[in-house]
């Protein structure tokens, strides 16, 4: 059963996720290097466990693209499926398993990229889609997103720990 409290929480960060990506759109800001969509995404796994953070992962991008446009109808597939699998990680390596917070954000940010890469393939071979070059999506992915992945490995402990000296 899911607590109204977790709801409400669930709806600010799907809010976040969607904000936060619109500002930095209008302000002429990459996603692709900033990675706005990520942290709420990433951070409801960790404070509402794999479930929530898996479900706010798949209809972030889908709610963004539907409302904006961003990410692009290929993108938003991949982004899809990495954004789920970022909220499950987390939740389930921090909750779950009881992973340390910072090895947690790592395996669940590897994890997600992984599912990308995949994603790109199985959309590019198995269904003639036409994709970007893998390559050119692993430099994105890797290079490009080098700020975006920074600021995920300063930012998000800081926010989590400001979090729960609030909640507890």
Do not use: C
């Not at 996720?17 to 706005?36: D, Q, S, Y």
């Not at 959309?123 to 995920?152: D, E, H, R, V, W």
């Amino acid at each position: 059963m899911i607590k109204t409290k977790d709801l409400v929480k669930a709806g600010l960060l799907l809010a976040i996720g969607i904000i936060l990506p619109t500002v930095f759109h209008m302000t002429g800001i990459n996603g692709a290097v900033f990675l706005p969509m990520h942290i709420p995404v990433i951070i409801s796994g960790f404070i509402l466990g794999p479930m929530l953070g898996s479900i706010i992962g798949f209809i972030t991008p889908f709610i963004n693209h539907s409302l904006t446009g961003m990410p692009p109808t290929p993108v938003l597939w991949i982004m899809m499926v990495e954004l789920t699998v970022y909220g499950l990680l987390s939740g389930l390596l921090y909750r779950k398993v009881k992973v340390n917070l910072m090895l947690s954000l790592i395996i669940s940010m590897i994890g997600g990229r992984i599912s990308a890469a995949l994603t790109l393939l199985i959309l590019a071979n198995g269904f003639g889609i036409t994709m970007p070059p893998i390559k050119a999506y692993i430099y994105g992915m890797t290079l490009t997103a080098i700020p975006g992945i920074i600021i995920q490995i300063v930012l998000i402990p800081i926010l989590m720990k400001a979090y729960w000296t609030i909640d507890n």
